[in-house]
């Protein structure tokens, strides 16, 4: 294995992120190539964090850009502040400023609010980490735009000119598949999906985030989880759903699982009302053995 | 360890292996390739593997397909102890493009998925379906009951609830596209602008959302083994189809029949007879086929404000590498891809023909369509979130 690669996985040990050679693959390649990194994956596998221990990694700073419905590029980009514009031209009333030096004025860099991608491309010294996350919540025409900045690092403001980033910012994308995201951006980026870990990296996890809880149960809780993300739920429970279960696991002072205790605590584990109902028969069914028993 | 020159040469034509297996990899992609097996361990075969995916992959549903090929073109010489000799293609780079064009040697899933096929036993179990519940009007036990099993004096309740279903699907469709706030939202950098001089903001200018329009492409099997539902379904697409203008309805069996303008017009039985000349209504299916033929000569009308219905129950006889083929291509173009499965309603039935396995991780939804109330049930996925 590269130096490099298991450098970066060690180091995103050490900042307590539980990690697999793909992964430090990703952002092994993502540093090098300096190519944005697209992560797809089902709520709750780590994506995000994964550019949080980037930016604690580098050493630099996370920037970051949460997608919604109807964002636009006013509030990615940049937008005029407006209020202060509008004291300014206040007061100004009565002076004998021409119009032209008025406009020059209101349209100067103390007027700019830097949003998030500008931040990323004029930050100076090193280059951050661009998160852009859930980019899949954005619309189409927010990706095209996306596209544009993504591929020269650089923006125009018609009032004061194109500012271009030194070096380019290192770029994650997130997406949870809510929408079918273009190619022309697929193809622009490298890509990583993140699946479900596998039984001994959740237990790991586990071990590693929730210190209370003994290997017997991390391995029981771990099997547990394994074996309902089998069962056809409509929203199956990720890795976030599993550690706060742990953690309630703990408070209880737990050490391994019965039925009553998983009873008790099964809305840690899922969140839907007709996936309790559903995980419930299951159990009542099957017996908390089907659930925990070693399965090879 | 090759040459720089020979593995530039050899990622060119590996990348052609990917496109023929139906992964549009791009010619700069190649190059990043090349410069990603520069930053890893070329003699360490998992290595190369991870960093040629992370490159040349750009989206879940290729996996498969990428380690096919990955396994069939990269040889690695694994001498004993430390001698390994880097990796090497499988094949004379020259032949590879054409060698590899189109299939590939079935993978050890697909075998499995084929083992799976051998073990199911066909024909849908009708006779344990709930007869009478009491207690409940006679309309509901029809939302419930299957359509296999309706006798033939209920055939005319069930069309009507089939079109009211419809036009209330269509209603939810519909208002989605109206705007959702009126005038729109206020541009205040060009009201700055148009009011600079004024010192106050006296006329305000506003701009409007861009309306969303959902469109829907539906393709209804109608082969042999979906006879007894394709009666019902059509009748759903007739009715969905001229309540809600923006639909394009095809069927197919063994080949592809665009039906929209057949089902226009203020009669089902005209529709209906219409319908029957064109028809090709038995013998197998070749979904796979169908959908490329439909990718290749109506690609156009799909775009990502396009939810694609596909009615099925997945009997397949064609080839199931063609049908996840196309399934991929078309989900790449479609917002949203559907499949309703009339046999999802037995609670027996698993989806492991082997045709419905290897579309199944390319569907966003898949749903039973077996009776009214999971048509109804529809409304809540017809949307493009």
Not at chain 1, 227 to 241: C, D, H, Q, S, Y
Request: with cysteine.
């Amino acid at each position: 294995m590269r130096a490099e690669i298991k450098k970066i996985q060690e180091m995103m040990e050490t900042a307590d992120y539980v990690t697999d050679p793909a992964i430090a693959m990703s952002v092994h390649l993502a540093m090098t190539l300096k190519k944005p990194l697209l992560i797809e994956g089902h709520a709750g596998v780590g994506k995000t964090e994964i550019a949080k221990v980037m930016a604690r990694m580098l050493g630099t700073s996370l920037i970051r850009l949460q997608c919604y419905e109807g964002l636009d590029a006013a509030q990615a980009l940049y937008e005029w502040n407006y209020p202060k514009q509008l004291l300014h031209i206040k007061l100004e009333e009565g002076s004998t400023h021409s119009t032209s030096e008025k406009e020059a004025a209101i349209f100067s860099p103390p007027f700019l609010i830097r949003r998030p991608l500008l931040q990323a491309i004029s930050q100076p010294g090193a280059p951050p980490v661009l998160l852009i996350d859930e980019i899949d919540r954005a619309d189409e025409e927010f990706e095209a735009f996306l596209l544009e900045v993504l591929s020269d690092f650089q923006v125009t403001i018609p009032e004061i000119g194109t500012i271009k980033a030194t070096q380019p910012p290192y770029v994650i994308l997130t997406s949870n598949r809510v929408r079918e995201l273009s190619d022309a951006l697929r193809r622009r980026c490298l890509y990583m999906w993140i699946d479900f870990p596998g039984f001994e990296k959740e237990v790991r996890i586990v071990t590693r985030k929730v210190p209370g809880v003994n290997e017997r149960l991390a391995r029981e809780i771990s099997r547990f989880m394994e074996t309902v993300r089998t069962i056809r739920l409509a929203k199956v429970p990720g890795v976030a759903e599993t550690l706060d279960w742990a953690q309630a696991l703990s408070s209880l002072h737990a050490d391994h699982l019965d039925e009553d205790l998983v009873a008790e605590t099964l809305g840690c584990v899922v969140k839907d009302a007709d996936d309790v109902k559903r995980l419930k028969r299951e159990l009542a069914s099957g017996g908390i053995g089907r659930f925990v028993a070693a399965q090879s | 360890m090759p040459a720089p020159r020979d593995l530039t040469r050899a990622m060119l034509t590996f990348g052609g292996v990917l496109r023929a297996s139906g992964l549009p990899v791009t010619t700069p992609e190649v190059m990043d390739a090349v410069r990603a097996l520069e930053a890893v361990d070329v003699m360490d075969r998992d290595e190369v593997y991870l960093g040629l995916r992370t490159v040349l992959v750009s989206r879940m549903e290729e996996l498969p397909a990428f380690d096919r090929c990955f396994e069939n073109f990269w040889r690695f010489q694994a001498a004993e102890g430390q001698e390994l000799d880097g990796l090497v293609p499988n094949v004379p780079p020259s032949l590879a493009g054409e060698e590899h064009g189109g299939e590939s040697p079935p993978s050890a899933a697909e075998k499995q998925a084929q083992i799976a096929l051998d073990d199911w036993e066909g024909g849908e179990a009708t006779d344990d379906e709930p007869v009478e519940v009491p207690g409940l009007s006679d309309r509901e036990v029809l939302m419930e009951q299957d359509f296999s099993t309706f006798p033939a004096e209920q055939l005319d309740e069930v069309a009507r609830l089939t079109v009211l279903i419809a036009k209330r699907l269509a209603r939810r469709i519909s208002r989605r596209r109206k705007p959702t706030r009126k005038g729109g939202v206020i541009d205040l950098r060009r009201s700055m602008r148009a009011n600079l001089m004024k010192g106050e903001i006296i006329e305000l200018r506003r701009r409007a959302r861009r309306r969303r329009k959902v469109r829907l492409v539906l393709l209804c099997d109608v082969s042999g083994s979906m006879d007894l539902y394709s009666r019902f379904l059509l009748q759903f697409l007739y009715a969905l189809q001229n309540v809600f203008g923006r639909v394009e309805t095809f069927t197919f069996a063994t080949r592809l029949t665009r039906v929209t303008e057949l089902l226009r017009g203020p009669s089902y039985k005209g529709a209906l007879r219409r319908l029957t000349e064109v028809r090709d209504w038995s013998g197998g299916t070749r979904i796979g086929e169908a959908i490329r033929e439909f990718n290749q000569s109506w690609g156009h009308l799909v775009d990502r404000r396009t939810i694609v219905l596909i009615l099925s129950d997945g009997w397949d006889t064609g080839e199931p590498e063609v049908l996840a083929q196309e399934m991929l291509t078309l989900k790449r173009r479609a917002g949203r891809v559907l499949w309703l499965n009339p046999l999802l309603g037995n609670p027996s039935y698993e989806p492991l023909t082997r045709g419905m396995a290897a579309a199944l991780p390319l569907i966003d939804h898949f749903a039973a369509a077996h009776n009214l109330s999971s048509l109804r049930e529809l409304a809540t996925h017809l949307t493009l979130r």
